[in-house]
């Protein structure tokens, strides 16, 4: 497992951290490890997109099944008129 070093963190942001690890019950590692799970896909979270993507293309360009058994709104409405 790598090992990550960061300098100059802005003393706000480092106390906010801080903050967060202790009502997480962790540490300022393990809550950094955390948010950068959270907040920076991987290889793999970046393919399940792209393939996620794809599939809603593909869906969004396929033909409509059409109007099914039901009468469309326009037909609805010239038969009420007749009536």
Known sequence: MATLYVENVPDDLYKALRKRAKK???????????LLKQWVPTEADL???????????????????????????LEMIREDRER
């Open 24 to 34: 997480n019950g962790g540490s300022i590692a393990s809550e950094v490890i955390a």
């Open 47 to 73: 393919k399940r997109r792209r393939e996620f993507y794809n599939r809603l293309a593909e869906f969004r360009a396929a033909a409509s099944p059409g109007p099914g058994p039901f009468q469309s709104t």
